[in-house]
């Protein structure tokens, strides 16, 4: 089995006299999907943000192929290969396919002009690399896509920057049953292509068809780490909603 390539341990972040993590051990190998669940209040986005340094966390250690990291921000978790696809997936409505998978990272001819023939064949050999058929054209304006379309778009721009680790926030969100599973066979195929992916849902139907295994959090700790062909439904939810913790948020703490 292959080791761990981003890893945290007992990581923590308080903000006030909130604790929103305390000693939390998570990892997602590569080739595996890694699902992330709790309930709303649990951590999970905190969690994230804190693997993207936009909360940097207050106690722990993260790292990166076996080797410890400090991300303080956004860029050096792109430079490290860690792309991470919110719920609002952060694109341009008025812009198209291309212009949208590499805003702000533009390629260029003479160091002005925009390289747009480049760009394009590019965008579409990501697009069919991960098995992306249905778009009628990487020229379309984003506007004028449905969900699940939009959805590729955002996981296609996380997976070209030479990406190692994909996290995705509530991909299913919102959409329809169809789009739903081109949404979750397109999870399925970056495992395939041995990037580690994590996916955060509430969706546990969804989970079960996509992960290899599922940590869950509660109240701000990560209290159970499943394989998910060895549990059901209603183990995840009786962690969710019971798992055993460290300490009760708002006693003594271990050790003080």
């Known amino acids: 089995m292959?080791?761990?390539i981003l890893e945290c341990r007992g990581v923590s972040k308080h903000f006030g006299a909130v604790q929103a993590l305390y000693k939390v051990d998570f990892e997602v190998r590569p080739g595996e999907v890694m699902a992330?669940?709790?309930?709303?209040?649990?951590?999970?986005?905190?969690?994230i943000k804190g693997i993207a340094g936009i909360y940097p966390f207050d106690e722990g250690q993260v790292l990166f192929e076996g080797k410890p990291v400090k991300i303080h921000g956004p860029k050096d978790a792109s430079k490290l290969g860690i792309e991470i696809v919110y719920q609002d997936l952060a694109l341009a409505d008025n812009l198209d396919?291309?212009?949208?998978?590499?805003?702000?990272?533009?390629?260029?001819q003479n160091r002005f002009i925009?390289?747009?023939?480049?760009m394009e064949a590019a965008?579409?050999?990501?697009?069919?690399?991960l098995s992306v058929t249905t778009l009628q054209s990487v020229r379309q304006v984003v506007a004028g896509l449905s969900g699940g379309q939009r959805q590729s778009v955002a996981v296609a721009k996380a997976v070209m920057w030479n990406s190692k680790v994909v996290i995705l926030d509530e991909p299913t969100a919102a959409l329809g049953v169809a789009q739903t599973r081109q949404v979750l066979d397109l999870v399925r195929r970056m495992a395939d292509q041995d990037l580690a992916v994590v996916i955060i849902s509430h969706n546990l139907h969804d989970i079960f068809e996509v992960a290899d295994r599922i940590t869950s959090l509660?109240?701000?700790q990560a209290v159970d780490l499943f394989t998910t062909s060895e549990v059901t439904q209603q183990d995840v939810v009786?962690?969710?909603t019971a798992g055993?913790?460290?300490?009760?948020?708002?006693m003594e703490k271990e050790g003080v």
Do not use: C, Q
Not at 36 to 47: F, I, R
Not at 123 to 129: D, H, P, S
Not at 244 to 250: I, W
């Open 244 to 250: 055993e913790m460290k300490f009760v948020p708002g």
């Open 238 to 240: 009786h962690s969710i």
């Open 218 to 220: 509660r109240l701000g």
């Open 114 to 118: 925009i390289d747009e023939s480049s």
């Open 2 to 4: 292959a080791e761990p």
């Open 36 to 47: 992330l669940v709790g309930d709303n209040g649990a951590g999970k986005s905190t969690l």
């Open 123 to 129: 965008a579409r050999e990501t697009l069919a690399g």
């Open 97 to 108: 396919v291309v212009a949208n998978m590499f805003l702000g990272r533009e390629r260029t």
